[in-house]
T-cell receptor, first 113, second 115 residues
Framework: QKEVEQNSGPLSVPEGAIASLNCTYS??????FFWYRQYSGKSPELIMF????GDKEDGRFTAQLNKASQYVSLLIRDSQPSDSATYLC?????????????FGSGTRLQVQP | GAVVSQHPSWVICKSGTSVKIECRSL??????MFWYRQFPKQSLMLMAT?????????EQGVEKDKFLINHASLTLSTLTVTSAHPEDSSFYIC???????????FGQGTRLTVV
C-alpha cells in the first residue's frame, strides 16, 4: 500500500466552481500534511500545510484534515483557469528532523473557462 | 519564503558523460538538502538526503556511485550524475532546510535529457 494516495484525475471543473481534491495516507502517526501545486515543467509550490483536525483556510484554499479517517483534502473556491495544475499531497518522513517529504502521485486539475 | 536556486534549469548531455547540478540556498544556511527525481507523469521521489559536512544518505534503489552528492558548505549542495544514460533523463529537484523541524524550500528544478 502506498503511503500517500491521490486520484490522478484529471478533475475538471468549470471556472468559478469549487474544486475538491482528496488524499489518503497510511501512517496513523503522521502529524502534518502539505499541499503543493505543480505546474507542468515547474517545481512544486507550497499552498498550505495542516496538522490539526478540522479546517484551515487561506484565501481561496481550505485544507481539511480528518485523522480518524486518515484523509486530508484541499478545497479551492472560485476556481480559476490559472489554478489548472497538478496538486500534490505530501507527508513528512517520520525521522525526527528530516524535512524530506513523501508525495502522493498528484491530482491533475483542469479549470474550464 | 526563503530562496533556493538550482542551476542549470535544463541540460542536454551525451550518453556516458557526467552532469553536475547545483543547489544553492541564497538567503539562509541550509544544514540539510534533499534531492528528488521526477519522471514524466509521476510524482517526486526522494533520492538522497545530504547534511553539510557529512556523507549523503541514499534511498533504497538509488546508486550512490552514480549519483554523487556533495554538501561542502551551508549554502551549496551538488548532485553529479555520472556516466549518464537515457534512462537517467528526468526532472531533478532539490530542497533545502535550515534546521530541525523547519520547512524545506524547493529549487526550480533541472530538466536533464540524456541523448
Amino acid at each position: 500500500q502506498k503511503e500517500v494516495e491521490q486520484n490522478s484525475g484529471p478533475l475538471s471543473v468549470p471556472e468559478g466552481a469549487i474544486a475538491s481534491l482528496n488524499c489518503t495516507y497510511s501512517d496513523r502517526g503522521s502529524q502534518s500534511f502539505f499541499w503543493y501545486r505543480q505546474y507542468s515543467g515547474k517545481s512544486p509550490e507550497l499552498i498550505m500545510f495542516i496538522y490539526s483536525n478540522g479546517d484551515k483556510e487561506d484565501g481561496r484554499f481550505t485544507a481539511q484534515l480528518n485523522k480518524a479517517s486518515q484523509y486530508v483534502s484541499l478545497l479551492i473556491r472560485d476556481s480559476q483557469p490559472s489554478d489548472s495544475a497538478t496538486y500534490l499531497c505530501a507527508v513528512p518522513e517520520k525521522v525526527t528532523g528530516r524535512r524530506a517529504l513523501t508525495f502522493g502521485s498528484g491530482t491533475r486539475l483542469q479549470v474550464q473557462p | 519564503g526563503a530562496v533556493v536556486s538550482q542551476h542549470p534549469s535544463w541540460v542536454i548531455c551525451k550518453s556516458g558523460t557526467s552532469v553536475k547540478i547545483e543547489c544553492r540556498s541564497l538567503d539562509f544556511q541550509a544544514t540539510t538538502m534533499f534531492w528528488y527525481r521526477q519522471f514524466p507523469k509521476q510524482s517526486l521521489m526522494l533520492m538522497a538526503t545530504s547534511n553539510e559536512g557529512s556523507k549523503a544518505t541514499y534511498e533504497q534503489g538509488v546508486e550512490k556511485d552514480k549519483f554523487l552528492i556533495n554538501h561542502a558548505s551551508l549554502t551549496l549542495s551538488t548532485l553529479t550524475v555520472t556516466s549518464a544514460h537515457p534512462e537517467d533523463s528526468s526532472f531533478y529537484i532539490c530542497s533545502a532546510a535550515s534546521g530541525v523541524g523547519t520547512e524545506a524550500f524547493f529549487g526550480q528544478g533541472t530538466r536533464l535529457t540524456v541523448v
